[in-house]
């Protein structure tokens, strides 16, 4: 059997050939935001893979593997709709980065397709821990974490049908979408998505060493409150909302849920 170790370098070499041959597709078609619906798929053939080459429970890995597929698969196509729905025009932060790297654009964007790659087998840490571990049966661990995993993938597609539906209206093009889990936290989306990554997370304790499976959803939150999700996100959003995102900044919870001030202090 292939020590764990080693089958994440294959999953990268294999990922890594697999966005390198996306890249070229996204410069044909002259929008990189392609590259975050490759990246949400990703992560189906690196749970199977993992199932398969694993010699655990049978059962253990499979039912992890489903989990994954079913969240990978609704989160690939929420992103396929909005990239493809806006195309032409680029993801905002996609044309930030064209400004931002215009000394050095294609390079340092292979680059990036690469860490893509990377981060996919490094998040995909919870997902090969349970494939080695043998013992028959379920842990409260496991039944925690899949309870876990379908309130946050219920949540999280309830925060994106919501801004959906209020997107389509024409009447809110400026307007800021308050309603719903909107009203609770700005970015219910992402606090869900984080949710899922616990859930994870919480699985793979039932295994040997599943507490390193915590290093998945730490990234996450990572990303999301200090690199690509919310400040990104937000900046865009004050940018074309301005006074009225910042009203929605000092009343409404950035992250977790939780009852928007009543009396905010002046933005």
Request: charged share 15%.
């Amino acid at each position: 059997m292939i020590p764990a170790w080693q089958l994440a370098l294959l999953a990268l070499a294999g990922l890594g050939a697999l966005f390198a041959a996306f890249l070229p597709v996204c410069r044909r078609i002259d929008n990189y935001g392609f590259v975050d619906v490759a990246w949400s798929y990703a992560f189906i053939p690196l749970a199977w893979f993992y199932a398969a080459a694993g010699d655990g429970w049978l059962p253990r890995r499979l039912v992890l593997a489903t989990m994954v597929t079913v969240w990978s698969a609704r989160l690939g196509a929420h992103l396929l709709g909005r990239v493809a729905a806006h195309h032409p025009q680029e993801d905002g932060r996609y044309q930030q980065l064209r400004r931002d790297w215009a000394g050095g654009f294609a390079p340092r964007m292979a680059g990036f397709f690469q860490l893509q790659a990377a981060s996919v087998v490094f998040l995909g840490l919870p997902f090969l821990l349970p494939v080695f571990h043998q013992a028959d049966g379920w842990s409260p661990w496991e039944f925690i974490g899949s309870g876990l995993w379908l309130a946050a993938l219920a949540g999280e597609s309830r925060a994106d049908s919501q801004l959906a539906r209020f997107k389509r209206d024409p009447a809110n093009r400026r307007r800021v979408c308050d309603a719903g889990l909107w009203r609770y936290s700005r970015h219910p989306n992402y606090f869900f998505e984080w949710l899922v990554w616990v859930a994870y997370a919480v699985f793979a304790l039932g295994s040997p060493r599943g507490w390193a499976g915590f290093l998945a959803p730490g990234a996450i939150l990572f990303l999301l409150l200090r690199v690509t999700g919310i400040p990104l996100t937000e900046g865009q959003a004050v940018r074309s909302k301005g006074a009225a995102y910042r009203r929605y900044q000092a009343t409404t919870s950035a992250f977790i849920p939780w009852f928007p001030k009543t009396n905010p202090p002046s933005p």
